[in-house]
């Protein structure tokens, strides 16, 4: 069954009320999906900022260890 049989069958008015049904349910869904984005990046946010935080003490770590290293090696 195509879609101009479905027409046929429920008439101008039934397919009006199914697009408009189509519509209303799809706008509900997207403000949803809109709500799910926002989370989503404010997740991502959090994360970049946790990862800023391990390079910072990653880099301070590697510059503690060239300096350990650096003393055992003038003693």
Known sequence: ??????????GP???LVVVVAW???SRRNGNG???RYQVVVAKLDGLRE????????VRELRS???RHLEDHANA
């Open 64 to 66: 503690g260890l060239v």
């Open 23 to 25: 519509a209303l349910i």
């Open 50 to 57: 946790d990862i800023g935080e391990v390079k910072t003490d």
């Open 13 to 15: 008015i039934g397919v």
């Open 33 to 35: 999906s809109s709500d």
């Open 1 to 10: 069954m195509n879609l101009q049989e479905v027409a046929e069958i429920v």
